[in-house]
């Protein structure tokens, strides 16, 4: 069992680029989450989806969008991509069983330049 | 507005000592508060959850303790070992179902 797999690893991205983060589980979560962390501001909630075919936005989603067209995939896209977006990303999981105490499942991370 | 902090100070202590983090948090009611483990270069790992009517909660070498008056979680590492180095965060439900606010974490390293 994988669980959460991210691509790429890492990027570099010159800025005004499109780019789109991929996020796949195989634990059958319902819910899935964005994050990014920079130094100092830990971990934030970009956005995220409660369910396939529903999206909410999180603590930081301006200049990204995500989908949830199914229950295992969740892309996160940068339309035009500038500087302060370099950051790690995260992708969660989590299965809402018990409505209000999820653990989440973290992804390895996508490490994102853009110059 | 809703606030976590935790010590962004390393904590460096000797192999075998108890290790005590704390988290405390300011206009917030939380349900439940989580703790995770960060290894540098990998994401957060699930530790403990403990419940708003719970005082403590234990898992092998952990504790965690939470005092809804305090606003404040004490997370303990007992019999400490240089593989318990990492950076340690705590998280409290956003008030939004099964959103988490995440701290920004304590860095731990554990001497010999």
């Known amino acids: 069992i994988a669980g959460i797999t991210q691509a790429p690893t890492s990027q570099i991205l010159a800025a005004g680029r499109r780019m789109t983060l991929r996020c796949t589980q195989d634990?059958?979560?319902?819910?899935m989450y964005w994050y990014r962390q920079d130094l100092g501001l830990g971990l934030r909630l970009i956005h995220y989806s409660n369910t396939a075919g529903t999206t909410g936005k999180g603590e930081v989603p301006d200049g990204y969008s995500v989908s949830r067209a199914n229950t295992d995939d969740f892309p996160l896209t940068l339309a035009s991509a500038v500087p302060s977006q370099t950051s790690v990303y995260f992708c969660?999981?989590?299965?809402?069983?018990?409505?209000?105490?999820?653990?989440?499942?973290f992804g390895p991370g996508t490490r994102l330049t853009v110059l | 507005s809703q606030k976590i902090e935790q010590n962004s100070e390393a904590l460096n202590i000797q192999e075998g000592k108890t290790a005590t983090l704390t988290c405390n948090y300011t206009n917030y009611s939380p349900a439940y508060l989580q703790w995770y483990r960060q290894d540098p270069g990998r994401g957060p790992v699930f530790l403990l959850l403990i419940r708003e009517n719970e005082k403590e909660k234990r898992k092998e070498r952990l504790k965690v303790t939470f005092d809804t008056t305090l606003k404040q979680s004490l997370f303990h590492i007992t019999a400490s070992q240089p593989a318990d180095s990492a950076t340690y965060l705590c998280a409290l439900d956003a008030g939004g179902g099964n959103k988490l606010t995440f701290g920004t974490g304590t860095q731990l390293k554990v001497e010999l």
């Open positions: 634990m059958r979560h319902n819910a």
């Open positions: 969660a999981s989590s299965d809402s069983g018990l409505a209000g105490f999820d653990t989440q499942y």
